[in-house]
Nanobody
Framework: VQLVESGGGLVQAGGSLRLSCAASGSIFSFNAMAWHRQAPGKGRELVAS???????YYADSVKGRFIISGDNAKNTLYLQMNSLKPDDTAKYYC??????????WGQGTQVTVSS
């Protein structure tokens, strides 16, 4: 399965972006899909995930601001990011979990939030 992210860019603080992750197969065939991010000099962190049954998880730092969703007809995972902050600046990665770990990753898309 290939994952291809898009939608990153430069936005001012308080703005919004929507990231997309196009999968080469059905996204709900996976146990879960997620968005992770990695800022310069920091480790990769889980931002949000969605299970095959639709259960969602959000990191505390994005709760109430980001929304993860999937469109199985389009084989696409989304991350709607609102009220963006400079601390959200990172490279965002789409990932898929077939069994117990996220073992399929996209190439990432850069999000930069200016103050």
């Amino acid at each position: 399965v290939q994952l291809v992210e898009s939608g990153g860019g430069l936005v001012q603080a308080g703005g919004s972006l929507r990231l997309s992750c196009a999968a080469s197969g059905s996204i709900f065939s996976f146990n879960a899909m997620a968005w992770h991010r990695q800022a310069p000099g920091k480790g990769r962190e889980l931002v949000a995930s969605i299970s095959g049954g639709g259960t969602t998880y959000y990191a505390d730092s994005v709760k109430g601001r980001f929304i993860i969703s999937g469109d199985n007809a389009k084989n696409t995972l989304y991350l709607q990011m609102n009220s963006l902050k400079p601390d959200d600046t990172a490279k965002y990665y789409c990932a898929a979990k077939r069994l117990f770990t996220y073992d399929r990753w996209g190439q990432g898309t850069q999000v930069t939030v200016s103050s």
